[in-house]
């Protein structure tokens, strides 16, 4: 009898090790499904939208402008950030706000990107902090999940004037 409850634990945990390492790769290198909070985003991502963030992309140096990504805050590693990418390294991009009379403009250098949210009056973006590392993308959102009114493919950028 507790040769027989012995075997099935032992398999149980090896079965639920197994699943917990396909998981765990599927979330890594696949994608993710992610919640985002706040209303840097808005029109195009609003307040407990849920996305789906694949890793492809990023793995394979795939990011374009005009993307819209998850990545580590530069501020705090523990939280994500829901950004469009406005420049990739070399690019020309503005760094001062809508409402600022003179119009700065700065370099994107090697191995960053320049993100930006679409709501500009209400987002705190590289125009705050600077631009982001490339390794701390950890993915390009390409489907809104939830909720179900509002689920496809992400609308273009209400700023696309912004993106040079």
């Known amino acids: 009898m507790f040769r027989g409850f012995f075997v099935k634990t032992i398999s149980f945990v090896g079965y639920t090790v197994q699943y917990g390492c396909i998981a765990h790769c599927a ?14 985003m808005q029109p195009t991502i609003t307040n407990h ?3 789906f963030s694949e890793r492809v992309s990023r793995h394979l ?3 374009q402008k005009g993307d819209i990504i998850i990545a580590k805050s530069p501020f705090d590693p523990k939280m994500n950030i829901c950004k469009r ?3 990739l390294e070399g ?9 600022d009379v003179f119009k700065t403009h700065t370099y994107v ?3 960053h990107v320049w993100l930006e ?10 125009r705050s902090y600077g631009p982001v590392p490339y390794a701390l993308i950890r993915g390009r959102v390409c489907l809104k ?3 179900p009114h509002n689920f496809g493919v992400l609308a273009e950028s209400p700023n696309d004037g912004r993106i040079l």
């Open 61 to 63: 140096c795939r990011i």
């Open 27 to 40: 979330f890594e290198y696949i994608g993710e499904f992610v919640s985002c909070s706040g209303p840097s």
């Open 117 to 126: 949210g679409d709501n500009l009056r209400n987002s705190t973006d590289s």
């Open 145 to 147: 999940l939830w909720p």
């Open 109 to 111: 250098p090697r191995g």
């Open 85 to 87: 990418v406005i420049g």
């Open 49 to 51: 939208d849920v996305v």
């Open 91 to 99: 690019d020309k991009v503005c760094t001062s706000g809508p409402s």
